[in-house]
């Protein structure tokens, strides 16, 4: 007998004689496919991994912030002046908080895919602050340049778990998109 995972209407459901030992013939026709699901739960656990590793970074990025801030005075560097481990961490804490809020209420997949782009965009321009103190060279000790060393790095990792996140979840809307049509 054959199996498919595709959803079947029945057409006719005639009986082609009056025996009972004769047997029933039905018609079957596809009236829509239907995703995989096992596909989609693999997605779903893998947007709340992402998730959870966006909000890990966070608490991390937000953690080197407050060393770098105990010590460093705010006018020897740009990442300090402006804040930039403490902002981009509580970004990324929140695009975290949002995917798993996401896989409760699908409708927040356009507002995840845009925080995750401004995710995205703003972890650009605290890697190009970063740099230019590293140009600069803000840090005079060894210590604190291991600390920003640790900051760019930390940054690096938010952006590839960011765009990764991005992709799948832009991959996933254009999915949902086909298949209501």
Same mark, same amino acid.
């Given at each position: 007998? $054959?199996?498919?995972?595709?959803?079947?209407?029945?057409?006719?459901?005639?009986?082609?004689?009056?025996?009972?030992?004769?047997?029933?013939?039905?018609?079957?026709?596809?009236?829509?496919?239907?995703?995989?699901?096992? @596909?989609?739960?693999?997605?779903?656990?893998?947007?709340?991994?992402? &998730?959870?590793? @966006?909000?890990?970074? &966070?608490?991390? !990025?937000?953690?080197? &912030?407050?060393?770098?801030?105990?010590?460093?005075?705010?006018?020897? !560097?740009?990442? *300090?002046?402006?804040?930039?481990?403490?902002?981009? &961490?509580? *970004?990324?804490?929140?695009?975290?908080? /949002?995917?798993?809020?996401?896989?409760?209420?699908?409708?927040?997949?356009?507002?995840?895919?845009?925080?995750?782009?401004?995710?995205?965009?703003?972890?650009?321009?605290? /890697?190009?602050?970063?740099?230019?103190?590293? $140009?600069?060279?803000?840090?005079?000790?060894?210590?604190?340049?291991?600390?920003?060393?640790?900051?760019?790095?930390?940054?690096?990792? @938010?952006?590839?778990?960011?765009?990764?996140?991005?992709?799948?979840?832009?991959?996933?809307?254009?999915?949902?998109?086909?298949?209501?049509?």
């Amino acid at each position: 007998m $054959a199996c498919s995972h595709l959803r079947m209407v029945i057409q006719d459901e005639k009986k082609p004689c009056d025996d009972h030992e004769c047997p029933q013939v039905v018609e079957y026709r596809v009236t829509r496919v239907l995703g995989d699901d096992s @596909q989609s739960v693999r997605d779903r656990s893998l947007i709340a991994l992402l &998730g959870c590793l @966006q909000v890990f970074s &966070g608490l991390l !990025s937000v953690g080197i &912030g407050f060393m770098l801030a105990i010590s460093l005075e705010m006018k020897h !560097s740009l990442v *300090l002046l402006f804040r930039v481990s403490h902002f981009t &961490g509580m *970004l990324f804490i929140v695009a975290g908080v /949002v995917s798993f809020v996401q896989l409760r209420f699908s409708r927040l997949l356009p507002v995840l895919i845009g925080i995750n782009r401004g995710c995205i965009v703003i972890g650009l321009v605290a /890697v190009l602050l970063t740099v230019i103190d590293f $140009a600069y060279g803000c840090c005079e000790d060894e210590e604190n340049l291991k600390i920003e060393a640790l900051e760019l790095s930390m940054l690096g990792l @938010q952006l590839i778990l960011t765009v990764t996140l991005t992709v799948i979840l832009c991959l996933e809307k254009r999915k949902s998109i086909l298949l209501n049509d």
